[in-house]
């Protein structure tokens, strides 16, 4: 499985954007998949998760309330819509499939990681 990240940008604190993670192959439909994100200097971390049907979704804490994953499997894509950014959510933001069809904030459990896409958010 491929994994490709677009729509990263710069935006001012309180703005949106909207990720996209395009697929490669027939089995996307029946993987997990999540969204990571890295800031410079510090660890990968769990931003939100999906399960492969779409029905269960998880977050970060951090995102909650201002954050959404959805998933189209008819496209083989995954978003990540991202509201009322903050200074604090500039990262590079990587995309991740699971063959465990269940989403998990875990990254041990993810077996495939798109390029990343940088997010900048300024104050």
């Known amino acids: 499985v491929q994994l490709q990240a677009s729509g990263g940008g710069l935006v001012q604190a309180g703005g949106s954007l909207r990720l996209s993670c395009a697929a490669s192959g027939r089995a996307f439909s029946s993987y997990g998949m999540g969204w990571f994100r890295q800031a410079p200097g510090k660890e990968r971390e769990f931003v939100a998760a999906?399960?492969?049907?779409?029905?269960?979704?998880y977050y970060a804490v951090s995102v909650k309330g201002r954050f959404t994953i959805s998933r189209d499997n008819a496209k083989n894509t995954v978003y990540l819509q991202m509201n009322s950014l903050e200074p604090e959510d500039t990262a590079v933001y990587y995309c991740?499939?699971?063959?465990?069809?269940?989403?998990?904030?875990?990254?041990?459990?993810?077996?495939?990681w798109g390029q990343g896409t940088l997010v900048t958010v300024s104050s």
């Open positions: 991740a499939a699971a063959t465990l069809g269940y989403g998990s904030s875990d990254l041990r459990r993810y077996d495939f």
């Open positions: 999906s399960s492969w049907s779409g029905s269960s979704t």
